[in-house]
């Protein structure tokens, strides 16, 4: 079992949801970045996302995608990030996973990011627009370098593609709750728990969700069904808001907290009006 299989276990055997938080990395820029990471930490998520910028992203919605341009034009690299992960993991708990497109990582050279990543203290990675079909080169170079694989599941998917998309899957099976892009919603697709009860017939690999959630609330409603709950949009949302990075600190340790009490909330009564 990796770290990353290892923090839902904990967050399991606690009777909870785990909370997985994104952030892109280098934003709003270096220096700070890495002081946000270590608040989200402290806060009580139990996995972090760490966002690699880039300028075509795939699946980012407007608010990740500023966040991105913002972070690559105060500089923002893919060694860069990596030597900030590698700067505050000596305080960071939570495992970290790199999220990402193909194209940064494979400039980096395949071999040389899961070297270089792993080093760092990089416990998985996420490439949002590799193929599983595609994936067999990365797979077996982050198997080699130690590092969990996480692949993104979608509404669309066709059960027949559930085991190929699984079979590669080492970290965490993430689901999307929706079509389309990253973003804050009101609520969550109804089809949601279906889905999710659809992904676990096939395996034992945790099985998280996001896209769209965004309040304990819909924390709570995920972790109902889910192994836990993945949020993003939201907390950028927080850190851009602010003007001065003590602000930015404070604000994103007291969205993560809100959200990590959702992970320990019963499910809502009305969690189907949640999931509308």
Same mark, same amino acid.
């Not at 795939?58 to 923002?76: E, K, R, Y």
């Not at 040389?112 to 599983?132: H, M, N, Q, R, T």
């Not at 689901?175 to 919603?185: E, I």
């Given at each position: 079992?990796?770290?990353?299989?290892?923090?839902?276990?904990?967050a399991r055997?606690?009777?909870r949801?785990?909370l997985?938080i994104?952030?892109?990395g280098?934003?709003?820029?270096?220096?700070?970045? *890495?002081e946000?990471?270590?608040?989200?930490?402290?806060?009580?998520? /139990?996995?972090?996302?760490?966002?690699l910028?880039?300028?075509d992203?795939?699946a980012?919605?407007?608010?990740?995608?500023?966040?991105s341009?913002?972070?690559?034009? $105060?500089g923002? $690299?893919?060694a *860069?990030?990596?030597?900030?992960?590698?700067?505050i993991?000596p305080?960071?708990?939570a495992?970290?996973v790199?999220m990402?497109?193909?194209?940064?990582?494979?400039?980096y050279?395949l071999?040389e990011f899961a070297?270089?990543?792993?080093?760092?203290?990089?416990s998985?990675?996420?490439i949002?627009?590799?193929?599983p079909?595609?994936s067999? /080169?990365?797979?077996?170079?982050?198997?080699?370098g *130690?590092?969990?694989?996480?692949?993104?599941l979608?509404?669309?998917t066709? $059960?027949?593609?559930f085991?190929q998309?699984i079979?590669r899957?080492?970290g965490f099976?993430y689901?999307?709750?929706?079509?389309?892009?990253?973003?804050v919603?009101?609520?969550?697709p109804?089809?949601?728990p279906d889905l999710?009860?659809?992904?676990?017939q096939?395996t034992?690999?945790p099985v998280?969700?996001g896209?769209?959630v $965004?309040?304990?609330?819909?924390?709570?409603s995920v972790c109902a069904?889910?192994?836990?709950?993945?949020?993003?949009?939201?907390?950028?949302?927080?850190?851009?808001e602010?003007e001065?990075a003590?602000?930015?600190?404070k604000?994103? *340790?007291?969205?993560v907290?809100q959200?990590?009490r959702?992970?320990?909330a019963?499910?809502?009564s /009305?969690?189907k009006?949640?999931?509308?």
């Amino acid at each position: 079992m990796n770290r990353v299989q290892e923090a839902f276990a904990k967050a399991r055997d606690e009777g909870r949801g785990a909370l997985v938080i994104y952030l892109t990395g280098g934003f709003p820029n270096l220096d700070e970045s *890495g002081e946000l990471f270590k608040a989200i930490d402290d806060a009580g998520a /139990d996995i972090i996302e760490v966002g690699l910028p880039f300028s075509d992203p795939i699946a980012d919605g407007p608010t990740i995608q500023a966040a991105s341009q913002q972070a690559l034009t $105060s500089g923002a $690299s893919v060694a *860069g990030i990596l030597e900030m992960i590698s700067g505050i993991k000596p305080e960071v708990s939570a495992p970290l996973v790199i999220m990402g497109c193909y194209n940064p990582i494979l400039a980096y050279g395949l071999k040389e990011f899961a070297g270089d990543a792993a080093a760092a203290g990089v416990s998985g990675v996420l490439i949002a627009d590799l193929p599983p079909e595609e994936s067999d /080169d990365w797979c077996a170079t982050a198997a080699a370098g *130690g590092l969990a694989t996480v692949f993104l599941l979608a509404p669309t998917t066709k $059960s027949e593609r559930f085991d190929q998309i699984i079979s590669r899957t080492t970290g965490f099976v993430y689901v999307l709750s929706r079509q389309g892009v990253t973003g804050v919603r009101d609520a969550l697709p109804a089809g949601v728990p279906d889905l999710v009860t659809r992904v676990k017939q096939h395996t034992r690999i945790p099985v998280a969700v996001g896209f769209g959630v $965004s309040n304990a609330r819909q924390v709570a409603s995920v972790c109902a069904v889910a192994d836990g709950a993945i949020v993003g949009s939201a907390v950028v949302s927080v850190v851009a808001e602010q003007e001065t990075a003590d602000r930015r600190v404070k604000a994103v *340790g007291e969205i993560v907290s809100q959200l990590a009490r959702g992970c320990r909330a019963p499910a809502p009564s /009305d969690a189907k009006q949640q999931t509308t």
